[in-house]
Protein backbone atom coordinates (compact mmCIF):
# COMPACT_ATOMS: atom_id res chain seq x y z
CA UNK A 1 0.00 0.00 0.00
CA UNK A 2 0.84 3.69 -0.69
CA UNK A 3 0.33 5.57 2.20
CA UNK A 4 2.26 8.63 4.67
CA UNK A 5 2.17 8.38 8.08
CA UNK A 6 2.53 11.01 10.29
CA UNK A 7 3.25 10.72 14.11
CA UNK A 8 4.98 12.15 16.75
CA UNK A 9 2.35 14.63 18.08
CA UNK A 10 1.67 14.78 21.88
CA UNK A 11 0.77 17.43 24.82
CA UNK A 12 3.79 19.57 25.69
CA UNK A 13 4.63 22.89 27.98
CA UNK A 14 5.35 26.02 26.57
CA UNK A 15 9.36 26.44 25.38
CA UNK A 16 9.69 22.35 24.99
CA UNK A 17 10.65 20.16 21.75
CA UNK A 18 8.36 17.93 19.62
CA UNK A 19 9.83 15.41 17.02
CA UNK A 20 7.09 15.36 14.10
CA UNK A 21 7.85 12.23 11.83
CA UNK A 22 6.03 11.69 8.35
CA UNK A 23 7.04 7.79 7.09
CA UNK A 24 6.38 6.52 3.73
CA UNK A 25 5.54 3.34 2.31
CA UNK A 26 5.10 2.49 -1.38
CA UNK A 27 7.05 5.54 -2.64
CA UNK A 28 10.56 6.92 -2.26
CA UNK A 29 10.53 10.48 -0.73
CA UNK A 30 13.48 11.34 -3.39
CA UNK A 31 11.00 11.46 -6.15
CA UNK A 32 9.04 14.11 -3.65
CA UNK A 33 8.81 17.44 -2.23
CA UNK A 34 6.95 17.33 1.26
CA UNK A 35 4.91 19.99 2.95
CA UNK A 36 3.95 20.06 6.83
CA UNK A 37 0.87 21.86 7.09
CA UNK A 38 -1.26 22.48 10.41
CA UNK A 39 -4.59 23.39 11.64
CA UNK A 40 -5.63 25.32 14.62
CA UNK A 41 -9.00 24.66 16.21
CA UNK A 42 -11.59 27.07 14.37
CA UNK A 43 -8.84 28.05 11.63
CA UNK A 44 -8.18 27.23 8.36
CA UNK A 45 -4.52 24.45 7.16
CA UNK A 46 -1.96 26.16 6.83
CA UNK A 47 1.09 25.12 5.70
CA UNK A 48 4.17 26.08 7.60
CA UNK A 49 7.33 24.37 5.67
CA UNK A 50 8.26 22.74 2.89
CA UNK A 51 11.33 20.40 1.66
CA UNK A 52 12.33 20.25 -1.69
CA UNK A 53 14.03 16.41 -1.64
CA UNK A 54 15.14 17.30 -5.60
CA UNK A 55 17.66 20.07 -4.27
CA UNK A 56 17.35 19.77 -0.76
CA UNK A 57 15.62 23.13 0.01
CA UNK A 58 13.73 24.12 3.16
CA UNK A 59 11.38 26.78 3.54
CA UNK A 60 9.49 27.96 6.45
CA UNK A 61 6.54 30.29 7.45
CA UNK A 62 7.90 33.26 9.54
CA UNK A 63 5.86 32.14 12.52
CA UNK A 64 7.80 28.93 12.62
CA UNK A 65 11.39 29.92 11.24
CA UNK A 66 14.26 30.14 13.62
CA UNK A 67 12.16 27.26 15.62
CA UNK A 68 11.22 24.94 13.31
CA UNK A 69 13.66 22.10 11.64
CA UNK A 70 12.39 20.12 8.31
CA UNK A 71 14.34 17.67 7.32
CA UNK A 72 14.67 14.04 5.32
CA UNK A 73 16.56 10.88 6.51
CA UNK A 74 16.38 8.89 3.06
CA UNK A 75 17.37 5.32 4.81
CA UNK A 76 14.62 5.50 6.93
CA UNK A 77 12.05 7.09 4.10
CA UNK A 78 11.13 9.55 6.47
CA UNK A 79 10.55 13.33 6.83
CA UNK A 80 11.22 14.57 10.27
CA UNK A 81 9.64 18.23 11.94
CA UNK A 82 11.69 19.25 14.34
CA UNK A 83 9.74 21.75 16.84
CA UNK A 84 11.56 23.64 19.29
CA UNK A 85 10.70 26.14 21.67
CA UNK A 86 6.88 25.68 21.46
CA UNK A 87 4.28 28.35 21.84
CA UNK A 88 0.76 27.98 22.69
CA UNK A 89 0.13 29.11 19.30
CA UNK A 90 1.50 25.95 17.73
CA UNK A 91 -1.41 23.89 18.98
CA UNK A 92 -2.79 22.32 16.12
CA UNK A 93 -3.26 19.04 14.17
CA UNK A 94 -0.54 18.76 12.22
CA UNK A 95 -0.57 17.11 8.66
CA UNK A 96 2.34 16.01 5.75
CA UNK A 97 1.97 15.57 2.42
CA UNK A 98 3.59 15.11 -0.54
CA UNK A 99 4.14 16.18 -4.13
CA UNK A 100 5.71 14.62 -6.93
CA UNK A 101 8.61 16.51 -8.43
CA UNK A 102 8.09 18.21 -11.54
CA UNK A 103 10.97 18.20 -14.01
CA UNK A 104 13.02 17.99 -10.89
CA UNK A 105 11.64 21.04 -8.76
CA UNK A 106 9.87 20.68 -5.74
CA UNK A 107 8.64 23.36 -3.60
CA UNK A 108 9.85 27.16 -3.20
CA UNK A 109 7.54 28.29 -0.76
CA UNK A 110 6.73 27.04 2.51
CA UNK A 111 3.58 26.16 1.28
CA UNK A 112 3.54 22.69 -0.47
CA UNK A 113 1.92 23.91 -3.95
CA UNK A 114 -1.10 21.19 -4.92
CA UNK A 115 -1.76 18.86 -6.14
CA UNK A 116 -0.86 16.74 -3.43
CA UNK A 117 -0.26 13.32 -4.29
CA UNK A 118 -0.47 11.54 -0.95
CA UNK A 119 -1.53 12.80 2.39
CA UNK A 120 -0.53 11.36 6.25
CA UNK A 121 -3.21 11.25 8.51
CA UNK A 122 -3.35 14.33 10.96
CA UNK A 123 -1.17 14.47 14.63
CA UNK A 124 -2.38 16.27 17.61
CA UNK A 125 0.38 18.99 19.15
CA UNK A 126 -1.03 20.64 22.37
CA UNK A 127 1.31 23.40 23.63
CA UNK A 128 0.00 23.85 27.41
CA UNK A 129 0.74 27.53 29.23
Known amino acids: DVQLQASGGGTVQTGRSLRLSCAAS????????VGWFRQAPGKEREGISCISNGDGRRYYTDAVKGRFNISTEKAKNTVYLDMYNLKPEDTAVYYC??????????????????????WGQGTLVTVSS
Open 26 to 33: GFTFEDYS
Open 97 to 118: AARRLVYGVGCTTPVLPPPHNY
